[in-house]
């Protein structure tokens, strides 16, 4: 997952809106949104699921929890000794630690894994998790995003997504159909505006898209979340290289 912007407002029927784009190689092997066999525990999980790494960039689980995840983009090389960072969205929603019990577990174990961003909802907080510095956060009202730097980094595309996503909540535009060009926007930053990650400046201007498309890489799920008091809604589009795959739309009541 590559950008998310969410609206947490705990105080209303629907307390989290979420908006998310995962990007990927699309030789990367991958299922769409569908509902994962139980646990043990009896707890069911609503995700796409990563094929190679085994783990999820977001999903819900049937009593209402969310967990999502974007990767740190670094030039450093990715260890290939570490357990796959997905699998600490599927613990989340699997599992029955509230948020801030969970994150702060998680922050002493940092260091095994690859650098990543965790956003975690547990029903009543929204919470998130920087794993280079091990920093547990509590996230304020409001609008909110995380793309591949830490929480609120002002990339160019985190910034205008969050601002549209705002517009959107002051304009109460906030179905489904409303939100799909917030993601879908192909529009690259100016150069003198683009972050310094240390890759390419020709891939920079790329990836600086909010919805990118090349022969090899690109936007493969785009996904609206909206947690309600008492029911979820889900809707994931799929695409490929040749452009929209599919769309899924789920709904269910959450069970205590």
């Given at each position: 997952m590559c950008l998310i912007a969410w609206n947490w407002q705990p105080g209303r029927t629907t307390p989290l809106l979420l908006l998310a784009n995962r990007d990927e190689f699309y030789a990367r092997p991958t299922l769409p949104l569908h509902w994962w066999g139980p646990a043990p525990n009896g707890a069911e999980v609503l995700a796409g699921k990563d094929l190679q790494g085994g783990?999820?960039?977001?999903?819900?689980?049937?009593?209402?929890?969310?967990?999502?995840?974007t990767n740190y983009r670094s030039t450093k090389p990715l260890r290939t000794d570490t357990p796959s960072r997905g699998e600490l969205v599927a613990a989340f929603l699997y599992g029955s630690l509230d948020a801030p019990?969970?994150?702060?577990q998680l922050a002493h174990h940092c260091s095994d894994y690859n650098p990543f961003n965790l956003l975690v909802f547990d029903g009543l907080q929204l919470m998130g998790l920087e794993s280079r510095n091990a920093r547990v956060l509590r996230?304020?009202?409001?609008?909110?995003?995380?793309?591949?730097?830490?929480?609120?980094?002002?990339?160019?595309?985190?910034?205008?997504?969050?601002?549209?996503?705002?517009?959107?909540?002051?304009?109460?535009?906030?179905?489904?159909?409303?939100?799909?060009?917030?993601?879908?926007d192909r529009f690259t930053a100016p150069d003198a505006s683009l972050p310094h990650t240390g890759v390419s400046q020709e891939l920079e201007r790329m990836l600086s898209a909010t919805f990118i498309a090349t022969p090899h890489y690109g936007?493969?799920?785009c996904s609206v979340v909206a947690i309600h008091r008492t029911h979820?809604?889900?809707?994931?589009?799929?695409?490929?290289?040749?452009?929209?795959?599919?769309?899924?739309?789920q709904a269910f009541q959450i069970s205590p």
């Open positions: 783990g999820t960039w977001l999903g819900v689980s049937r009593s209402g929890r969310l967990a999502a995840l019990t969970y994150l702060e996230k304020q009202p409001g609008v909110g995003a995380v793309s591949n730097a830490d929480f609120q980094t002002p990339w160019p595309k985190l910034t205008q997504l969050k601002n549209r996503l705002q517009q959107q909540e002051d304009r109460a535009q906030t179905d489904v159909n409303s939100l799909w060009p917030l993601l879908h936007t493969r799920a979820v809604k889900f809707v994931e589009q799929s695409h490929g290289v040749q452009g929209l795959i599919a769309e899924n739309r």
